[in-house]
T-cell receptor
């Protein structure tokens, strides 16, 4: 058990809809990261927050947004969903930010857009 | 720019035989390298990491990897495969600086273990 909790485990929704994915980091971890895993793109970095502030941005679409709250949990909001957004979305956390700080991943939220 | 290439998309071994999962990286900087494992329907778990200390890195579950700068390789090995090792393995290089979350993942190697 990594200590990172993601909810829900599964989401099935229709195109055009909006969903929110939730992540609770490991106790004591200040950094939260979001990744998207799909068959064609592999694992892609979306965005990172550190202690409530956006720290780094990857291949995140404008239809997607995220935030980290004062209690350090994070939410990833996906709107105007398209079929291609179907993927496994992972949250990860680390104690610090920096390239040597290993990430601890949650079990992911599987999003299916129909 | 950093990149990582996993040379095999699928590796099949028999239980009790050695495992070799190959990874080559490209980096303009002294890299940090990781191997992660993903079991079905599970999140990614860190197996081991290299961060410019010892070139031979020991990880969990008997895995180890050797950083070879001259070959730009970071291959993952295990002397004897176990059925529970069947999973997908990702070689990862980390971007420099404070943007530690910008991990660049290889495409993954699926390891099958036959009884």
């Amino acid at each position: 058990d990594s200590g990172v909790t993601q909810t829900p485990k599964h989401l099935i929704t229709a195109t055009g809809q909006r969903v929110t994915l939730r992540c609770s980091p490991r106790s004591g971890d200040l950094s939260v990261y979001w990744y998207q895993q799909s068959l064609d793109q592999g694992l892609q970095f979306l965005i990172q927050y550190y202690n409530g502030e956006e720290r780094a941005k990857g291949n995140i679409l404008e239809r997607f947004s995220a935030q980290q709250f004062p209690d350090l949990h994070s939410e990833l909001n996906l709107s105007s969903l398209e079929l291609g957004d179907s993927a496994l979305y992972f949250c990860a956390s680390s104690e610090r930010t920096g390239r040597n700080s290993p990430l601890h991943f949650g079990n992911g939220t599987r999003l299916t857009v129909t | 720019a950093q990149s990582v290439t996993q040379l095999d998309s699928h590796v099949s071994v028999s239980e009790g035989t050695p495992v070799l999962l190959r990874c080559n990286y490209s980096s303009s900087y002294s890299p940090s390298l990781f191997w992660y494992v993903q079991h079905p329907n599970k999140g990614l778990q860190l197996l081991l990491k290299y961060t410019s200390a010892a070139t031979l890195v020991k990880g969990i579950n008997g895995f180890e990897a050797e950083f070879k700068k001259s070959e730009t390789s970071f291959h993952l090995t295990k002397p004897s495969a176990h059925m529970s090792d069947a999973a997908e393995y990702f070689c990862v290089v980390s971007d420099k600086g404070n943007q530690g979350g910008k991990l660049i993942f290889g495409q993954g190697t699926e390891l099958s273990v036959k009884p």
